[in-house]
């Protein structure tokens, strides 16, 4: 091997060592942001975690509102990944329910991801690198739920008093949301027989948009 390949290499085992430690330290944060909280988790506790030193953390992060961001946008952009890949489907009422039923998957199968993008407060803004306000990185997901909702209105698939596009998608959101987090919070409930989760949203799913036709089939 040449003394440049050996170089090549040794970079790019540099660089994935790099990376795989970056992932380390999100996947720690999330779980502590989710178990403790975002104000009480430090960046000390994040480090212990994952059996780091604190030094070692800011070598990736600058702070803890840039670990914030970062996690932020990762993780919405796979939940906008797994919205968008139903995105061909062009009857808009039929792309609606797969829409549900993306995101409970989504939800279910990342359930860590789930409770910090959605059941997690965030009490300040999300600032990057360089000091910007960074836009909410959910508006991906919830634009094309919004855009999905819109075109059945004016298309005229709803009843006539359902004219009010974000009202309509965050009645949608709110109750697949509902499912979900009672889920999360009360599947262990011992007076509490919940069913399971898919199989309620995809019923949910079926009962609104068939309450919400103005023919429904």
């Avoid at 660089?15 to 502590?32: C, G, N, P």
């Avoid at 860590?112 to 000091?131: A, E, I, K, N, W």
């Avoid at 960074?134 to 094309?144: H, I, K, L, N, S």
């Avoid at 309509?168 to 499912?179: D, P, R």
Wanted: hydrophobic share 40%; with cysteine.
């Amino acid at each position: 091997m040449t003394t440049s390949a050996i170089r090549t290499a040794s970079l790019a085992r540099r660089e994935r060592q790099k990376a795989e430690t970056r992932q380390a330290i999100l996947d720690a944060a999330r779980e502590l942001f989710v178990s403790d909280g975002v104000e009480a988790t430090t960046m000390r506790a994040i480090a212990a975690r994952i059996g780091y030193t604190p030094t070692a953390i800011y070598h990736h992060f600058r702070d803890k509102d840039a670990l914030i961001v970062e996690l932020c946008m990762a993780d919405f952009s796979a939940l906008g990944q797994a919205m968008h890949k139903i995105g061909r489907i062009e009857d808009p009422v039929e792309r609606l329910r797969r829409m549900g039923l993306a995101y409970t998957d989504f939800a279910l199968d990342n359930p860590s991801q789930y409770r910090f993008m959605f059941m997690t407060s965030l009490r300040h803004p999300l600032v990057d690198g360089s000091g910007n306000v960074v836009t909410a990185p959910d508006e991906d997901a919830y634009r094309f739920l919004l855009q999905t909702v819109a075109e059945g209105i004016a298309l005229g698939v709803y009843r006539p008093e359902l004219t009010d596009a974000p009202e309509l998608a965050q009645i949608f959101w709110g109750g697949i949301h509902g499912i979900i987090s009672l889920w999360f919070t009360h599947a262990d409930e011992p007076n509490i027989v919940l069913r399971n989760p898919r199989e309620t949203v995809r019923t949910m799913c079926d009962v609104m948009i068939r309450g919400s036709l103005r023919h429904p089939t």
